[in-house]
């Protein structure tokens, strides 16, 4: 049926009507000559029945009385039937009486069975028929009767049939010709504009003419009406399309749209324009075509992860044949189909070769920044040193002399004036380390749990003098029930003499401070109140700046109370690293001033743990050395130290407590002296000529019993980390009061092992 298909609608139709009109034709007839055969067969069946028992009945007395005559009498009255075609009678016994043949020409069919009754056997019909009187059989009469009559009857109802059939064609074929014009045509202006629309430019303003208001009208109304719907679909889609083409022609990433096969199906202008390509002309061509073989092989893993259903994002330096060497951020994105399935990835493609050059710049500068910073470090240090070292021998001497009973009062009294300022340059530089520490996030605070009395006890023994030369009046009340912080003791040391030296410093003689602390709120709070010279507003809201002075300084930079102004500065910087506040207030000049430090209170005490008693000055190493035994004669000690001065100052003061020195310059030195001879004690400095201290401890530390105090001007918390790294016990930072140095003689060796003379 595959002809049909092809043929033309007009045909299909004229052949529906035709061989429709035909089969119906047909089948009536079909049903007529068939209806008409039976029927006259059974009329027959019957005619031959009645003419056969007929007869026989007419032929009982012909057999009874044995009377041929009149038997051939009564098979000759069959001639009236002319579908008889021949008769034969016989008696019981089946001798035959009487014959009947309508052709004498032919012969007597051969005789059936003598079983009763009429059948059709082959082209005749066979009646067979008993004669009988009352209940006794005489005999039999054979009747045979011809088809030929009915079989020539339907050869007439044939051609009949046939002449019907051949004026239905020709009606249905004149029909079919009217037909075409009400059916044929609607359909045909459809198809005639579906087609000009398929085989144009998609014009859809294109519309079928409609015939009346049948099934027909109706679908061409509603073909119609889908092409209004379908114009405006696609005058929507195309000013989208127009708009997204707008969109991606001029957006700052490269898109690209290929399918299973690394083929195009889209790429925005950009993309196309960075390959000297027009956008249409890269549609179907390959990946590998457009970008090179070389960037093909390093991005095709990742187009093949997306085609395998994944979302792939990378960034990789990849090299154009046109372009050269460019680094790209890379996106695809799988396609799916309705079904689920991957049928190709788009790509967003972003060149991020500035930025990785200006990353690359960056790290540069960062690497150049950090080593500016290490090189700043180094000369902080170095600075920090070579300022420390030439105040040791004088802060050591005179510290040891302002307390030396053998001299003058006035002698005592100028060596104290020298150990005071020598203190307050070395607090300087201190201050001006700490600064840059904490202002670079350096600064590491060694926590601990402690008593915050403790420390402000400390602080206030270390401004007492002071406050004893001025004659201030100084009332301290310490009512806080819970002064446990976890906080840095050194560290916190420091704010509360920076404050009380504050108050010290700008109260007059005969002034007063007070001290109070108190908990509130979970926090502990310290406030330092004095009469001094109070602040301003404008003061008040500088007073934490770094190098910021009061407005008693002068504006020729003189100072009347001197300082560089940033011990409240490193004091609010190190309450804030422990979470704290410190905050200041007064009612004006001369109206003193008040100073108020909070800190978080430590977490109820377990029984398990322990309170901080002292603050642990000085900055010890807290390293376990082998415990000290005396016996006979001087401890012994070598003194490993570069800076002449400050050598010459240490071995006479040693000396003076009783200890054995022996003086080293050098590393060298220091081994050639450990040859051979065990000593108690090391106190070494930490840069010399020839190496440095903590190379020292570690090689001779066992031969002065792993005792060792690290005399230095670097004191930062990574130095003091060294030296307990190295095995010192203790870590002294140049210059050295000597009250200092007796403290860590002691913790080392124990107390009153020496005597001063």
Known sequence: MNWLSDLAFQRKLRFAILFTTGVAVLLAC???????????????????????????????????????????????????????????????????????????????PAVPPPTAGVKIVGDRVVGVHHVVQGSTWLGTLYVWASLDRIYDRMQVYGGVALAVLA???????????????????????????AGAIAAGEQDYSSRARQYGSDELGRLTAAFNAMLDRTQEAVTALRASEAQLRIVTDNASVYLAHCDRQYRYKFVNR???????????????????????????????????????????????????????????????????????????????????????????????????????????????????????????PILLISSDAARDPGLAPEVREDFE?????????????????????????????????????VVLRDALSTVSPDIDQKQIKLNVHTTADRAE????????????????????????????????????????????????IGLTAVELARIFDAFTQGDHAGEDGSHRFGGLGLGLAIS????????????????????GASFV???????????????????????????????????????????????????????????RRNF??????????????????????????????DGNGYELMEQIGMHCGRRGIALTGYGADEDLARSRKAGFSSHLTKPVRVQSLDAALASILGPGIWSRD
């Open 167 to 193: 004026a239905t064609f020709a009606l249905a074929w004149v029909l079919s010709s009217v037909l075409r014009d009400t059916i044929v045509r609607p359909v045909l202006e459809l198809a005639n504009t």
């Open 572 to 591: 609010r910087m190190v309450v804030e690293l422990h979470k704290g506040t410190i905050t200041a207030t007064s009612e004006g000049r001369d109206r």
């Open 417 to 453: 004036i020298i150990r005071t300022h020598v203190e307050l340059e070395a607090r300087l530089i201190d201050d001006l380390l700490d600064l840059t520490a904490i202002t670079r996030g350096k600064l590491s605070l060694e926590r601990k749990r402690l008593n915050l009395h």
């Open 660 to 689: 054995s020195v022996r003086c080293a310059a050098s590393i060298a030195d220091a081994r050639a002296l450990v040859d051979g001879h065990q000593f108690d004690l090391l106190i070494a400095d930490v840069g010399l000529p």
């Open 270 to 392: 950009p993309y196309a324009e960075r390959f000297n390509i027009d956008p249409q002309s890269v549609i179907g061509r390959s990946v590998s075509e457009v970008v090179g073989p070389a960037a093909a092989h390093v991005i095709r893993p990742h187009m093949d992860a997306a085609l395998a259903g994944n979302r792939v994002e990378f960034e990789s330096e990849l090299k154009y044949p046109s372009l050269g060497s460019r680094w790209m951020h890379v996106v695809y994105v799988p396609e799916l189909s309705p079904e689920g399935e991957v049928i190709g990835f788009v790509a967003v493609i972003t060149d991020i070769t500035l930025r990785k050059q200006i990353e690359h710049d960056i790290a540069r500068a960062r690497d150049e920044a950090l080593a500016a910073s290490r090189a700043k470090d180094d000369f902080l240090a170095a600075l920090s040193h070579e300022l420390r070292t030439p105040l040791n």
């Open 597 to 655: 430090i909070e800190l978080p209170q430590a977490a109820p005490l377990d029984p398990s743990d322990e309170v901080e008693e002292s603050t642990g000055t000085p900055r010890t190493a807290d390293v376990p050395a082998r415990p000290f035994i005396r016996g006979g004669g001087q401890p012994r000690v070598l003194l490993v130290e570069d800076h002449a001065a400050t050598r010459m100052a240490l071995e006479q003061l040693l000396t």
């Open 30 to 108: 079909g049903v007529f000559l068939a209806f008409e055969y039976v029927a006259r067969q059974r009329s027959l069946l019957q005619t031959i029945a009645a003419l056969g028992q007929a007869a026989a009945d007419n032929s009982t007395g012909s057999i009874a009385f044995d009377d041929p005559k009149r038997a051939q009498e009564t098979l000759e009255s069959l001639r009236a039937e002319p579908q008889v075609v021949a008769a034969v009678l016989t008696d019981k016994d089946g001798r035959v009486v009487a014959t009947y043949r309508a052709d004498p020409g032919h012969a007597l």
């Open 485 to 532: 912080v976890n906080g840095d003791p050194v560290r916190l040391l420091q704010v509360f003499w920076n404050v009380l030296k504050n108050a010290v410093k700008f109260t007059s003689p005969g002034g007063r401070i007070s001290v109070e602390t108190a908990t509130r709120e979970g926090r502990v709070s310290v406030r330092v109140t004095d009469s001094g």
